[in-house]
């Protein structure tokens, strides 16, 4: 128990909730998926995506966990997320978090690993970028968490984990190295 800690009806809360008050105010996608170029502004309170089937609105969300975890909720390569016909996508955003703005640019190659940058600085692992912005994605393809065994519940749980925890994300990522060595 910290100084700066309460504890509520809901469990102990931060005082300097400031610090945990995060938001996407900007995003631009240039040949990502089926999107040849777009730039959102987004206010802090609630946006709401609409539009007919097929426009990208699930494209525009899976380039925001994208930008958090350095993947596709889909599981697919990034090349699969590239527009048909071009050889790269961008992905930038600008995100608020505790009151300070991050710049967060995603570059992702056919032929080559992504390269990330935030506030221009190249990152070289992507432990540097999870946990910046924490999203939780939750589609119709992930009710294989609900139905499927535990492995798939372990595996969004560790995601989950991962954004808020970066010890946590040491120890898994020297886990899995451990088990991969073993084996």
Known sequence: YSG???YGPRGFLNRNRRNFYMYIST????DFRNIVSLQLDFSQGTNILF???????????ESMYMISTTK?????????????????????????????????????????????????????????L????????????????????????????DMELCQLDAAYLHDLNQYNRTVENRN
């Open 4 to 6: 700066r800690d309460i």
């Open 27 to 30: 995003l631009e996608l240039a």
């Open 72 to 128: 596709s909720h889909r599981g697919v390569r990034d090349r699969d997320m590239i527009r048909f016909g071009m050889d790269e996508a961008h992905i930038r955003s600008m995100v608020m978090k505790g009151g300070i703005d991050h710049r967060i640019d995603m570059h992702l190659r056919k032929n080559k690993s992504k390269g990330i940058a935030i506030n221009g600085q190249r990152i070289r692992k992507a432990s540097e």
């Open 130 to 157: 999870i946990g910046l912005l924490h999203i939780v994605f939750f589609s119709p393809e992930d009710m294989g968490i609900v139905k499927n065994g535990p492995a798939d519940r372990r595996r969004f749980m």
């Open 51 to 61: 539009g007919d089937n097929a426009q990208g609105k699930t494209n525009i969300l």
